[in-house]
């Protein structure tokens, strides 16, 4: 969706920051979508985190065919879930269940967007170094097209100065230029690697 394809880099954000950014543009897409994610998260959490192992209390409908009584559960475990996002001090106390990875995985499935593989890649990066020329020509044409895009976008965002810009096109343009400096350092990466490469072996 469009929505989340507008998104910053990320750069400097953890975990939870991550998913709450999904989360508060993902309820806004349609009606009933937060009480949806909530839904999911709780049916996620509870068959896969066991009785003893819960820091988390979620308010589970005795009569699961009892419409009202559902929804007035929902409501409460909405709360909960803003609560976590909103406040440090629950979001510590709730830290070893990795709750939002639980909401992370909820979005997904209902919106499929790529909030799993972004925290994928923030907490687990991935370090392959290009090193053949079927690969670095590969990463040459990204960074090219990566640069181009940000320029572009440069230019039309610079012109007349910052201040006529809307808060979303400035965080798009970052999130560009973070991108495009990722590509940079991947290319200073595969550069640093040869030499390090080189220097083992003199070594050796």
């Known amino acids: 969706?469009?929505?989340?394809?507008?998104?910053?880099?990320?750069?400097?954000y953890s975990a939870s920051n991550i998913v709450k950014?999904?989360?508060?543009?993902?309820?806004?897409?349609?009606?009933?979508?937060?009480?949806?994610?909530?839904?999911?998260?709780?049916?996620l959490y509870q068959s896969e985190i066991g009785d003893d192992h819960r820091t988390v209390k979620f308010n589970i409908p005795e009569n699961v065919d009892d419409a009202d009584e559902f929804l007035h559960c929902n409501k409460k475990n909405v709360k909960v879930i803003d609560d976590f996002f909103a406040d440090n001090a629950v979001r510590s106390k709730?830290?070893?269940d990795n709750l939002e990875i639980f909401v992370a995985r909820a979005i997904d499935e209902i919106f499929e967007t790529d909030v799993c593989d972004v925290l994928?890649?923030?907490?687990?990066?991935?370090?392959l170094i290009p090193h053949t020329q079927e690969q670095l020509d590969e990463l040459l044409m990204e960074t090219n097209s990566s640069y181009t895009e940000a320029v572009n976008e440069c230019v039309r965002i610079f012109r007349n100065?910052?201040?006529d810009d809307s808060e979303e096109e400035l965080e798009i343009l970052e999130s560009k230029l973070h991108s495009a400096r990722g590509?940079?350092?991947?290319?200073v990466g595969a550069i640093e690697h040869e030499l390090s490469r080189r220097k083992s072996e003199k070594q050796g």
């Open 1 to 12: 969706m469009k929505v989340f394809d507008m998104r910053p880099a990320f750069h400097g």
């Open 21 to 43: 950014w999904y989360y508060d543009r993902a309820w806004n897409t349609m009606n009933g979508a937060k009480r949806a994610i909530v839904a999911r998260t709780v049916d």
């Open 94 to 96: 709730h830290f070893r």
């Open 120 to 127: 994928k890649q923030k907490l687990f990066p991935e370090q």
């Open 161 to 163: 100065g910052l201040t």
């Open 183 to 187: 590509m940079l350092d991947k290319n």
